[in-house]
């Protein structure tokens, strides 16, 4: 079944795309900041399904560690057939009231590592005709939440661009795009995600079997469930000061106060 690497592995839905691409035979590369964690999920797939696992301890908004994922995407000699651009983290302040360092961060980890790792795998995957990258964006990137909607605009776009640029040589590229999912990303940006309706929660499994089974088809763009779905379309037509009006009233909800800091994830 190939080789895939995946970041931001050691938890959330990084954590589930190891575990069902393990259970669907691929052997596995899996990135992420915390050595522990990661070993812990090694050693599980390993006994569960049989499968080689390579762990790649790296923070991908450090450049040098960066460098090294992407070398291990170009090596000649351990080709990697899936790329799965996962690792990303939220924030609970607004981008004004945020430290500036939290905001580059951000763009270094969802807009200049996934752009990296994606040129260094798509290079290998050109030459022998076949291969696919992954990109886990986000319904937020239709909607205007904050900065973090306008680095998610990116990975979607870029995704867009790159599969027009790749189709003609065998390599397909998907962005998924789920809304709220049951993982620790709201909780590590300590969100307060109370006032959310309990039919717009999405299960870490569906989304990443929704986003599979689009790598499979060769779509370019998965919205993982009806709703948001039906979200999308609303986004796409809606006049924009509608969508940012909604978009501001909800980002007060899981902003009170305004205060604090939200860890990294991944």
């Known amino acids: 079944m190939g080789v895939a690497l995946v970041t931001g592995a050691s938890a959330g839905l990084g954590r589930e795309f190891a575990v069902q691409l393990a259970g669907r035979g691929h052997d596995l590369v899996v990135v992420a900041r915390d050595r522990p964690r990661l070993e812990t999920l090694a050693d599980e797939l390993r ?15 450090d450049r040098a560690d960066l460098a090294r994922v992407a070398e ?17 983290f939220g924030s609970r302040r607004g981008f004004v009231r945020n430290d500036l360092a939290e905001e580059e961060a951000a763009v270094d980890l969802m807009v200049r590592a996934p752009m990296v790792l994606s040129h260094a795998a798509a290079g290998g995957m050109r030459e022998r005709g076949r291969g696919a990258v992954l990109n886990v964006s986000s319904v ?8 973090y909607s306008a680095v998610k605009s990116y990975l979607t776009v870029l995704s867009e661009a790159l599969a027009t640029e790749l189709a003609p040589h065998g390599v397909t590229v998907t962005a998924v795009c789920p809304g709220f999912t049951h993982t620790e990303f709201h909780q ?5 995600m109370t006032a959310l309706p ?3 929660w999405l299960d870490a499994p569906r989304v990443v079997s929704d986003a599979l089974e689009a790598v499979a088809r060769g779509q ?3 919205v993982p469930s009806l709703a948001y779905k039906g979200v999308v379309a609303l986004l796409r037509v809606a006049p924009r000061r509608v969508t940012r009006r909604v978009a501001g009233s909800l980002a007060a909800r899981r902003r009170p106060g305004d205060r604090g800091r939200a ?4």
């Open 220 to 222: 370019v763009v998965v």
């Open 47 to 61: 006994a569960r399904y049989a499968v080689r696992v390579e762990v790649l301890v790296a923070d991908l908004v």
């Open 188 to 192: 590590r940006a300590e969100m307060d």
């Open 140 to 147: 937020a990137s239709f909607a205007v939440m904050g900065h």
């Open 72 to 88: 291990r995407l170009t090596d000649r000699e351990r080709p990697v057939d899936l790329l799965v651009n996962n690792a990303g």
């Open 198 to 200: 309990r039919a717009l």
């Open 263 to 266: 860890p990294r994830a991944h």
